[in-house]
C-alpha cells in the first residue's frame, strides 16, 4: 500500500541536542511538507519541498534543517537552535491535484 | 491572503444524532476546501474536499460539505453520530485546487460522541 512512514513515533530530546525525524514516502508525489501542530493551534508549515534538492521555508522555520536528496525521503532536523521543540510532528505529500496525504506523526519531547 | 475560522473547539453530541461542525473561510481566489480528521497520536485523514465542482461535497464515513459563497461558509455534518467519530477535525483552506504549497488550517474542533 502506498503511504508516508514517519519514524520514530515518539522521541525523546535532551536540552542542546540535535534530533531528525524521518519522513519517507512511496507515493511518488513530488511535492513533501513538514509541519508543526500543538495544542489549539492547528498546524503551522516548517520546510516544504516541490522537487529534488530544492526546499523552502515556511512559516516557523527558524530552528530547524531539512535536505532532499530523494524524492521518497524528507527528513526533518531540529537543531538546539529551537527553544521551544516539543510538539507533534506532521510529514505530508502531495500531487497537488488530489489533496495532502499525512503520516501518522512523530511525537517529540524534550527531556 | 487565506484564513478559516473554526467557530467551535469542541462539540460534544450523542451517538446517533447529528453533528454540524462549523467553518468559515476567507480567501482572494475561488477557494479549494477541505476538512480532515484526526484521530488521537494519528495522522490527518482526508474526508472530503471542495475544488469548485458541486456546492454539496460527499465524503467518507457519512460526512457532507456544503460550500455557499455568500456565507464564506463550509459547515461539515453528518446526520447520525456514531461513536468512532470521536477526533478532531480540521477545517482547511487553499488558493490552489488541490492544495499547492499554501494550505492554511483551522485551529480545529474537538467532536465527543456520547453513549
Known amino acids: 500500500d502506498g503511504g508516508i512512514t514517519q519514524s520514530p513515533k515518539y522521541l525523546f530530546r535532551k536540552e542542546g541536542q540535535n534530533v531528525t525525524l524521518s519522513c519517507e514516502q512511496n507515493?511518488?508525489?513530488?511535492?513533501m511538507y513538514w509541519y508543526r501542530q500543538d495544542p489549539g493551534q492547528g498546524l503551522r508549515l516548517i520546510y516544504y519541498?516541490?522537487?529534488?534538492?530544492?526546499?523552502q521555508k515556511g512559516d516557523i522555520a527558524e530552528g530547524y534543517s531539512v535536505s532532499r536528496e530523494k524524492k521518497e525521503s524528507f527528513p526533518l532536523t531540529v537543531t538546539s537552535a529551537q527553544k521551544n521543540p516539543t510538539a507533534f510532528y506532521l510529514c505530508?505529500?502531495?500531487?497537488?491535484?488530489?489533496?495532502?496525504?499525512f503520516g501518522s506523526g512523530t511525537r517529540l519531547t524534550v527531556v | 491572503a487565506q484564513s478559516v475560522t473554526q467557530l467551535d473547539s469542541h462539540v460534544s453530541v450523542s451517538e446517533g444524532t447529528p453533528v454540524l461542525l462549523r467553518c468559515n473561510y476567507s480567501?482572494?481566489?475561488?477557494?479549494?476546501l477541505f476538512w480532515y480528521v484526526q484521530h488521537p497520536n494519528k495522522g490527518l485523514q482526508l474526508l472530503l474536499k471542495?475544488?469548485?465542482?458541486?456546492?454539496l461535497v460527499k465524503g467518507i464515513n457519512g460526512f457532507e460539505a456544503e460550500f455557499k459563497k455568500s456565507e464564506t461558509s463550509f459547515h461539515l455534518t453528518k446526520p447520525s453520530a456514531h461513536m468512532s467519530d470521536a477526533a478532531e477535525y480540521f477545517c482547511?483552506?487553499?488558493?490552489?485546487?488541490?492544495?499547492?504549497?499554501?494550505?492554511?488550517f483551522g485551529t480545529g474542533t474537538q467532536l465527543k460522541v456520547e453513549l
Open positions: 507515493l511518488n508525489h513530488d511535492a
Open positions: 480567501s482572494s481566489y475561488s477557494p479549494s
Open positions: 505530508a505529500s502531495t500531487d497537488s491535484s488530489y489533496g495532502y496525504t
Open positions: 482547511v483552506v487553499s488558493d490552489l485546487p488541490g492544495g499547492g504549497n499554501k494550505l492554511t
Open positions: 471542495y475544488t469548485s465542482a458541486a456546492t
Open positions: 519541498s516541490q522537487i529534488v534538492n530544492d526546499f
